[in-house]
């Protein structure tokens, strides 16, 4: 009876050896594959970091646009443009903006009105003036210190697109 149960355990592990070896084999293949395929960081791809604009649409955001641009400004550190877009305001926006230290477009069209419309002419204006890449921040937010480094930071291991978290 002593002599069984080895032989039973052997048994069993060698069942469940012969089971598990399809799984083992493709987790070595895709460990592999990944090892050998990954993305590897070009010297390159840093240097043509594109230059970064940051467009902020704003329509009647007095009381929130200066924290909004103090928060990117002290993100950006420099190594992006802060664009804010006064879009149809009746309010300081405009110069609350410009007084927090971004560069401000007052674009009043009255047939222009949404989102989308500050949007457009934001981005041309970016382009225009030699942008290789648009972040867009609401006007009502405030960003991480480190969002722009590191968009900027994906940039430069070779992304095409970016995109953040919304809390």
């Given at each position: 009876?002593?002599?069984?149960?080895?032989?039973?355990?052997?048994?069993?592990?060698?069942?469940?050896?012969?089971?598990?070896?399809?799984?083992?084999?493709?987790?070595?293949?895709?460990?592999?594959?990944?090892?050998?395929?990954?993305?590897?960081?070009?010297?390159?791809?840093?240097?043509?970091?594109?230059?970064?604009?940051?467009?902020?649409?704003?329509?009647?955001?007095?009381?929130?646009?200066?924290?909004?641009v103090?928060?990117?400004?002290?993100?950006?550190?420099?190594?992006?443009?802060?664009?804010?877009?006064?879009?149809?305001?009746?309010?300081?926006?405009?110069?609350?903006?410009?007084?927090?230290?971004?560069?401000?477009?007052?674009?009043?069209?009255?047939?222009?009105?949404?989102?989308?419309?500050?949007?457009?002419?934001?981005?041309?204006?970016?382009?225009?003036?030699?942008?290789g890449?648009?972040?867009?921040?609401?006007?009502?937010?405030?960003?991480?210190?480190?969002?722009?480094?590191?968009?900027?930071?994906?940039?430069?291991?070779?992304?095409?697109?970016?995109?953040?978290?919304y809390?």
């Amino acid at each position: 009876m002593n002599t069984m149960i080895p032989m039973i355990l052997n048994t069993l592990g060698a069942i469940l050896t012969a089971m598990t070896l399809p799984l083992v084999l493709e987790l070595l293949l895709v460990t592999s594959a990944f090892l050998i395929l990954r993305r590897k960081k070009r010297p390159e791809a840093i240097a043509a970091t594109p230059q970064l604009t940051v467009v902020v649409p704003a329509h009647n955001e007095e009381g929130l646009i200066a924290e909004c641009v103090a928060s990117l400004l002290a993100s950006a550190k420099g190594d992006a443009r802060v664009l804010v877009i006064a879009h149809n305001c009746g309010d300081g926006t405009a110069a609350n903006a410009s007084r927090a230290g971004a560069n401000v477009l007052v674009y009043d069209d009255a047939s222009a009105k949404g989102k989308g419309h500050a949007l457009r002419f934001g981005f041309e204006k970016a382009l225009a003036d030699g942008a290789g890449a648009v972040l867009v921040v609401d006007a009502d937010s405030t960003v991480s210190e480190n969002l722009i480094p590191m968009v900027l930071r994906n940039f430069a291991e070779g992304a095409t697109a970016v995109q953040c978290r919304y809390e």
